[in-house]
């Protein structure tokens, strides 16, 4: 994965963080991105937890939603997820320590981790990409932008 954010202007506010692969359709890639996969969403915001949860299980997505890094860390030493949304700003510790402790754990060293911002400072997403980003959303998101980011991490996973 790159360490440095790539920001590309993409429609509903979603940009990529790393290049995906595109171009051919392998049976790995059409399998996976044809499955539901497991996701945990981690957001203080109960009401935009919830939104984010909501638009994800009705696509048929395995979601666990909890409300802070400290929780998200337990659960992953745990269990295993296919991929994480994560805020930025969070009580008791950020989406930028909870990455960093989340790479930490072996099973979880590649896990898709999508940040979640309203946050305009470049410097600090560039900061936070370093850790291993798949993606970023801009809040306020919107479907298409969750959904798209979704199928995208997919692609990567599979390839």
């Known amino acids: ?5 790539i920001e590309k202007s993409l429609p509903e506010t ?5 290049e995906y692969a595109a171009e051919g359709s392998s049976d790995k890639v059409i399998a ?3 499955r539901n996969i497991k996701i945990m969403v981690v957001e203080d915001n109960e009401i935009y937890r919830e939104m984010i949860s909501k638009i994800l299980i009705d696509e048929g997505h395995n979601v666990e939603a909890v409300s802070s890094g400290l929780v998200a860390i337990k659960k992953l030493k745990k269990q295993k ?5 994560m805020d930025l700003f969070m009580p008791e510790l950020d989406g930028y320590n909870t ?3 989340i790479r930490n754990i072996n099973h979880c060293k590649n896990l898709p981790i999508v940040a979640l911002t309203s946050n305009k400072n470049k410097e600090l997403i560039r900061k936070w990409a370093t850790l291993g ?3 970023y959303i801009a809040k306020p998101s919107t479907k298409h932008s969750i959904l ?3 199928e995208k991490a997919k692609r990567a996973l599979a390839s």
């Open 1 to 5: 994965m790159s360490a440095l954010l």
């Open 133 to 135: 980003l798949t993606a």
């Open 14 to 18: 979603t940009h990529s963080a790393t």
């Open 99 to 101: 990455t960093r402790n």
């Open 32 to 34: 996976l991105t044809n």
């Open 81 to 85: 997820y296919d991929m994480i949304f």
């Open 148 to 150: 798209k980011t979704v």
